[in-house]
């Protein structure tokens, strides 16, 4: 197209003064207004520069004002304008950079509104958007909308129990849409820890348990349940069988519960540490029978807490300390477990020789308002360790 334009218009000593044009232009939303300083202008520059605005320009540094270019312009050049004499000259678009931005923020904004919309009832749900926000995950999807809306879908499912694969292809049409690396998978996990009131896990393992934690099971194989004296039925019978025998502790994953159920032949007790575990095995053998949480329960911890609940009485002790009671009234809320040695007289009895101070935040004890009340009083922790051998005792 620059043939076609007057000779004054395409002199190549016009070329650095064309592209500031083209700058300056879309900077100002292709709006012939305001003025342009051009500076460092050699001989050439200034006699293309005096031709293209008719008057002298004799400094090395001169400005320009826009609107009186594009009159002149208009009245001389054949082509238009000064936005469409620089893009003909140039060969590229003049864009509009404000309302580029402007429009850019607008579609920002859509999914952020349609999350609002759908999830925004959640006391947790403008948290979460602040940390969707800063992580930039919306930006990086290709349809952040169609995103938002799948999350919000899942969400509004949870808690359920239920594979991930089934989720997704329930809520997201696909079975993988919930996998790892996907963002609708990072906008629900997201969702999830603003809901629990922790920070997003950074890995793999942190990611399952947090699915697991609202019951969505990501596989059957990579969690398990650590138990001793457990019989089961089906498929795995044989081998639960001789590690009781043996007192061996067994490791239940969800693959097992899929083919078989536990049962024990007295009350079961439920303990949150490996330590506690270990030593009832060292010392009853299999005959006492034990399932230990591990800390926060795993979905397969639960299930395999509730399938010896239906069938007999679950006994569940662990730490004297706010962690230590959110998962006990978990396992007395999710499984109908009951507690053992865990009351208030428990506690203060154990607090006489502790010196681990209770920090975080206070959680009430659904099964005894007393204890929660001598916790906050004394202000110490207890951990089941502390309490081992009392608890070996009791059960002996």
């Avoid at 000779?7 to 207004?33: F, K, M, N, Q, Y």
């Avoid at 006391?123 to 602040?130: H, K, Q």
């Avoid at 502790?354 to 007393?370: F, I, K, N, S, T």
């Amino acid at each position: 197209m620059t043939t076609e334009l007057p000779a004054w218009l395409v002199d190549p000593a016009l070329g650095r003064i064309w592209s500031t044009l083209h700058t300056r232009l879309a900077a100002r939303g292709r709006r012939a207004e305001g003025r342009v300083r051009i500076e460092g202008l050699d001989r050439s520059e200034r006699h293309a520069l005096a031709g293209l605005l008719g008057r002298p320009v004799v400094a090395a540094r001169t400005t320009i004002d826009l609107a009186d270019l594009d009159a002149g312009l208009r009245a001389r050049s054949r082509v238009g304008g000064v936005v469409a004499v620089v893009e003909a000259v140039t060969g590229k678009a003049v864009t509009d950079r404000p309302g580029d931005l402007e429009r850019r923020r607008a579609e920002r904004a859509v999914p952020m509104q349609t999350a609002r919309d759908l999830l925004g009832h959640e006391p947790w749900c403008e948290e979460w958007l602040v940390g969707v926000q800063r992580s930039g995950l919306l930006a990086r999807s290709r349809d952040p909308d169609a995103a938002v809306r799948r999350a919000a879908a899942v969400l509004g499912r949870l808690p359920e129990q239920v594979s991930r694969t089934e989720l997704a292809a329930a809520t997201s049409g696909g079975a993988h849409a919930l996998d790892d690396g996907r963002a609708t998978a990072a906008l629900v996990t997201r969702a999830l820890a603003a809901r629990c009131g922790i920070e997003p896990p950074r890995d793999a393992a942190g990611r399952r348990a947090l699915w697991e934690r609202f019951g969505v099971r990501v596989d059957l194989v990579s969690t398990s349940c650590l138990t001793v004296g457990l019989a089961f039925d089906g498929p795995a019978a044989a081998r639960f069988a001789h590690a009781a025998e043996a007192g061996d502790p067994v490791h239940v994953t969800p693959w097992d519960l899929r083919r078989g159920r536990p049962s024990a032949s007295g009350p079961v007790l439920a303990c949150e540490n490996p330590r506690v575990l270990e030593a009832v095995a060292e010392r009853f053998g299999g005959t006492v029978p034990v399932v230990c949480t591990s800390g926060q329960p795993a979905l397969v911890v639960l299930d395999v807490l509730r399938a010896l609940t239906a069938r007999g009485p679950v006994r569940y002790h662990g730490d004297f300390d706010w962690p230590g009671i959110a998962i006990a009234n978990r396992v007395i809320d999710e499984v109908g477990a009951v507690t053992w040695r865990m009351t208030a007289d428990d506690y203060v009895d154990a607090a006489a020789s502790a010196q681990l101070p209770l920090d975080g935040r206070p959680v009430d004890p659904v099964w005894e308002a007393d204890l929660g009340a001598a916790m906050r009083h004394h202000g110490l922790a207890v951990h089941e360790e502390a309490v081992l051998a009392g608890l070996l005792d009791a059960l002996g």
